[in-house]
């Protein structure tokens, strides 16, 4: 659609007009032309359509997107959003089991992951971080795939071109220039063949990944070529065990302004409104008028991985606080009140993620160990000396165990922790 | 036959070697489903519960609360019933005992869970070639050997009460030093701005700590009120422990023993030369060598001719000891405590260095034990190593003499009619006059003082 944006609540706009910094000590820089007067978007700002009371608000500029939705959609908003909250759960469970070798957990996050995965057409395309489980689950990975990686038995896990969704990218804020670079090649594709059907990519980041490097030149880069590139950043508040307040002084959204690109600020918890205002950016990008960045604001319920303990840097409290945010609460209490969904649909969705747990858990059993010889095999495409004389001391190493013999090279992933008598 | 699954202690980390089993919450016999939660253990990062990853029946739990075991160890056996092993320690019934799954549980349920994957964990450490230490060093003491199932009764007997940890926010390396400084976070206050403890609060904290023990500087309170009974300026410290222990014996040796003490000046050069040569000697090599030795030394000899200051005053009775145990009063974290060593009068120069430096780090490490303290026979105090000259020294009640031992410094002595520097100290003693009197005592000292100049004199 790529209407213009009207004055909502969270969006950048292009023009400052707020008002003067506080400052009390120092002199204000006044009104001088060439002076930069302040944000635009607040902490408190955010796009909201379902409350956190499950009230629905009207935004003239998101609404029609979210009004435009049938019951049927709204339902699997829903069962998408629990779906993957059961898989965590699961994936979880099997880390404490020593079935994997770490898991990074979504809880809290859903409507962020679910609301920007539904707005994407099937030929955009998404760089994630490692904890877009919910995106994974839109764009149809079978999620016992994302295990894979998790417990050493491969480097991806599935076919990133199948689903158009990319393999998981470990180090911090790497995949936003991979997403602008492809995203500069859809522009490219269409310049060489005007019928190729546009699309657009969604870069996935997080508060934390936003203070590096990469991202800001990718910002760079995108604005430069109006590259069709939506960057969603999830703001859960916590880059491992530093807060946001250390991270930033004022919302990220406001850097898309010093980028000359619109940005929009919304309820990470508000699945409706994560939508539509993903359908509003994919839809500028796709049509030509360049980038655009998101912020959710929402927050990371759990760890920021199993190896990870929320409780040694934040308080119980401020985790009550966000918990009453839920995503899958609101929008729960949404469909009964207006009717859409009723008790037996609610027990589906619970059987169906008990199912997909089942799922993944034999699935995860199933795999197996890695050889780490595999990983040596895979380094160069041709044979290489420095490769082969490393593994001639690993095998040297492994050599040197009293039980060698009977102990063959495996990483902890693979070890089975139990068996059958 | 049934199915009996182990599960092994998983790295719940990244990287983590071993887990302590904080607390169990299942027992035997009780029914699980998978995910159900299990056990909760603390590793070197956090307090986490793990979740069954079998169904089925508790038949052992292999890990006691309380112990810490490496990454890969069994700790729960879970099966369709409760296994032969386990059932061994109530009564077992016959046909249990005939189940081949109790006979060698373990080389069974190595099995992998399922069809591929390696048998054993490659996480534990696994022994080297070569390396004849590395077998015994990590095995039984803290795995449970296959086999090895003590009933859970028996586990819950041996766990210690552990202490549920608070929740103190604090950065990993500020928990690091409060664990390296030994101070619970908990008496930390925080003035971190999301109200964690800063590794500054931990500083000030440790400051004040520190304070406390050595806070000459701001001891004195700021004159205000007339020292009523709630004078803040006072403070009360509860008499117990070894300080009321002290004081009794002090008061009952003080006042029951009519004390005559006396003091001698003394060259210790030779002494002094003795040492050092002591000290570079092959023989001494690695053993700690002080003036101390030799005044031991010294005092046993001495007692050997006088032996009634080696000795004990009933009332109608004096019992002459013909044995040293030779007492060394030792400034300890708990208090003054006088251990003493036994039959020191058997022991060569070199025995009697070695068990007064055993004696010395056992006190200091605040580890003396009641018996290393009974049946003393007479008591060397090292006031010498405070610097201070000389005292009159209280005996320790049941004995009859104390030997005090200044500092040894540098005066000018008299020797053939010159002045000349040499290597001065002044013992001190206090004797029991109910038994030793005054010629007794003067001969004594001198005989030590005798060994302190010509330290060769020990080898008539």
């Known amino acids: ?421 | 036959m049934s199915n009996l699954f182990l599960f092994n202690l998983p790295d719940v980390g990244e990287g983590l070697t071993e887990a302590e089993i904080v607390s169990w919450k299942v027992k035997l016999g009780d029914i699980v489903a998978i995910n159900d939660v299990i056990v909760e253990i603390e590793t070197a990062k956090s307090i986490v519960e793990l979740p069954s990853p079998h169904a089925g029946m508790v038949a052992q739990l292999m890990v006691a609360e309380g112990e810490t075991v490496d990454v890969g160890t069994p700790i729960i056996a879970i099966g369709s019933e409760i296994s032969a092993v386990a059932g061994a320690a109530a009564p077992a019934a016959p046909a249990d005992a005939a189940d081949p799954a109790a006979a060698a549980p373990e080389t069974e349920v190595m099995k992998p869970l399922v069809g591929s994957g390696p048998k054993a964990d490659a996480v534990k450490r696994r022994p080297r070639l070569g390396s004849a230490s590395a077998v015994p060093a990590q095995g039984a003491s803290n795995r449970a050997a296959p086999g090895q199932v003590v009933p859970v009764q028996a586990l819950a007997a041996v766990a210690p009460p552990l202490a549920k940890p608070t929740h103190v926010l604090a950065k990993p390396p500020v928990r690091k030093a409060a664990k390296d400084l030994g101070i619970d976070l908990n008496d930390v206050s925080a003035t971190g701005v999301r109200g964690e403890v800063t590794k500054k609060d931990l500083l000030s904290y440790q400051d004040q700590r520190t304070a406390e023990q050595d806070g000459a500087g701001t001891f004195w309170a700021p004159a205000k009120g007339s020292g009523l009974a709630d004078d803040p300026r006072v403070e009360r410290i509860k008499v117990k422990g070894v300080r009321k222990a002290t004081a009794k014996a002090m008061v009952e040796s003080a006042f029951s023993a009519p004390h005559v003490s006396i003091f001698v000046d003394v060259d210790a050069s030779r002494t002094m030369e003795f040492v050092k040569r002591l000290k570079v000697s092959r023989d001494f090599d690695g053993i700690k060598v002080s003036p101390l030795l030799i005044l031991a030394k010294a005092v046993i000899w001495a007692a050997a001719r006088n032996p009634s200051v080696n000795a004990t005053w009933t009332g109608d009775e004096i019992i002459i000891k013909h044995f040293m145990n030779l007492g060394i009063a030792a400034a300890t974290p708990r208090g003054l405590m006088v251990p003493n060593i036994k039959d020191a009068q058997n022991l060569s120069l070199k025995e009697l260095a070695v068990a007064l430096n055993s004696l010395a780090t056992t006190a200091r490490a605040g580890k003396t034990q009641p018996a290393d303290m009974q049946g003393g026979s007479l008591t060397v105090t090292n006031i010498g190593a405070l610097g201070i000259d000389t005292g009159t020294p209280i005996i320790n009640p049941g004995e009859v003499a104390i030997v005090a031992f200044g500092t040894i410094k540098q005066k000018p002595w008299v020797l053939d009619g010159e002045v000349i520097p040499r290597w001065i100290t002044t013992l001190g003693g206090s004797f029991d006059h109910r038994v030793v009197d005054g010629d007794l005592s003067a001969r004594f000292m001198a005989d030590v003082a005798a060994i302190m100049e010509e330290p060769a004199l020990l080898l008539d």
Request: charge should be negative; proline fraction near 5%.
């Open chain 1, 1 to 421: 659609m790529g209407t213009p944006q009207e004055a909502a609540a969270g969006t950048v706009r292009t023009s400052s007009d707020a008002a003067s910094p506080d400052v009390s000590t120092h002199p204000p820089a006044g009104e001088s032309a060439g002076v930069l007067r302040s944000t635009a978007v607040g902490p408190q700002d955010a796009v909201q359509l379902l409350d956190e009371r499950g009230e629905s608000r009207h935004d003239a500029t998101f609404s029609p997107y979210v009004e435009a939705l049938d019951a049927e959609d709204l339902r699997g908003f829903y069962r998408d959003m629990a779906t993957v909250r059961r898989f965590d759960t699961e994936a979880t469970a099997l880390q404490r089991q020593g079935e994997l070798a770490l898991w990074v957990p979504v809880v809290g996050q859903e409507a962020a992951q679910i609301g920007s995965g539904r707005a994407m057409n099937k030929a955009d395309y998404a760089f994630p971080t490692y904890r877009e489980h919910g995106v994974a689950l839109t764009r149809g990975v079978d999620l016992a795939d994302l295990l894979k990686l998790f417990r050493g038995e491969s480097n991806g896990g599935w076919d990133p071109r199948e689903k158009n969704f990319h393999l998981y990218t470990l180090v911090l804020a790497a995949q936003v220039p991979h997403a602008v670079g492809y995203a500069m090649g859809i522009s490219r594709d269409i310049a060489a063949d005007p019928s190729t059907e546009p699309a657009a990519v969604t870069a996935y980041f997080g508060d934390g990944a936003s203070s590096e490097g990469d991202v800001h030149e990718s910002m760079v880069f995108a604005a430069s070529y109006d590259a069709p590139v939506v960057f969603f950043c999830q703001n859960n508040n916590w880059a491992i065990s530093v807060p946001f307040e250390v991270q930033s002084k004022v919302p990220l959204v406001n850097r898309a302004g010093g980028y000359g690109i619109p940005g929009i600020r919304v309820d990470g918890n508000d699945v409706l409104a994560v939508y539509a205002v993903s359908k509003w950016a994919l839809d500028h990008a796709r049509s030509g008028l360049g980038p655009v960045m998101i912020e959710a604001s929402t927050y990371r319920v759990g760890a920021h991985t199993t190896a990870d303990d929320p409780t040694k840097y934040r308080m119980m409290a401020e985790e009550e606080l966000w918990k009453a945010k839920d995503p899958l609460l609101r929008l729960e209490t949404y469909l009964r009140g207006e009717g859409l969904a009723d008790d037996a649909f609610f027990e589906q969705v619970k059987n169906d993620g008990d199912e997909l747990a089942a799922h993944v858990r034999k699935a995860t059993l199933a795999l197996g160990g890695a050889d780490i010889r595999q990983k040596f095999a895979t380094v160069y495409a041709q044979a290489h000396p420095l490769v082969a004389e490393e593994l001639a001391w690993f095998e040297n190493y492994e050599a040197s165990f009293a039980d060698a013999t009977t102990q063959p090279s495996t990483t902890q992933a693979s070890t089975p922790q139990g068996g059958a008598a």
